[in-house]
């Protein structure tokens, strides 16, 4: 097996941008709301990528899925957690739907690696 072999899958490298968008926004948001909910936002979309690395080193298919799915639901958590900031007027719609794309064509990328494993 590849050492780090997540550092060359292009949805790794995607997920780091969507981490970055994430970033950006929340780096907006009034300092109260950035410390509370901002945080946690960050939180879900750094874990995406952690668990696509960290699934990349486990020695079974069965386990790299298993953390893909943990991926998925980060994923789903980020884009909830940006919802809310949205619904209570703290980023506008714009930067919602910029994540919301890209968090949509992460999750695509990761159904398709899970059916090819």
Excluded: C
Excluded at 29 to 37: G, S, V
Excluded at 45 to 53: D, Y
Excluded at 108 to 115: E, H, I, T
């Amino acid at each position: 097996m590849e050492l780090f072999r997540f550092l060359g899958w292009q949805v790794y490298k995607d997920a780091k941008e969507l981490f970055q968008l994430v970033y950006k926004v929340v780096s907006k948001l009034p300092k109260d709301i950035r410390f509370e909910l901002g945080s946690q936002i960050i939180r879900s979309s750094f874990s995406v990528i952690l668990n696509i690395a960290e699934g990349s080193g486990k020695n079974s298919d069965k386990d790299l899925n298993r953390y893909l799915d943990i991926s998925i639901g980060s994923l789903s958590e980020t884009v909830a957690g940006m919802d809310v900031l949205h619904d209570n007027h703290f980023i506008n719609k714009e930067d919602f739907n910029l994540v919301a794309k890209s968090a949509e064509s992460i999750s695509k990328q990761l159904g398709g690696f899970k059916k090819k494993l």
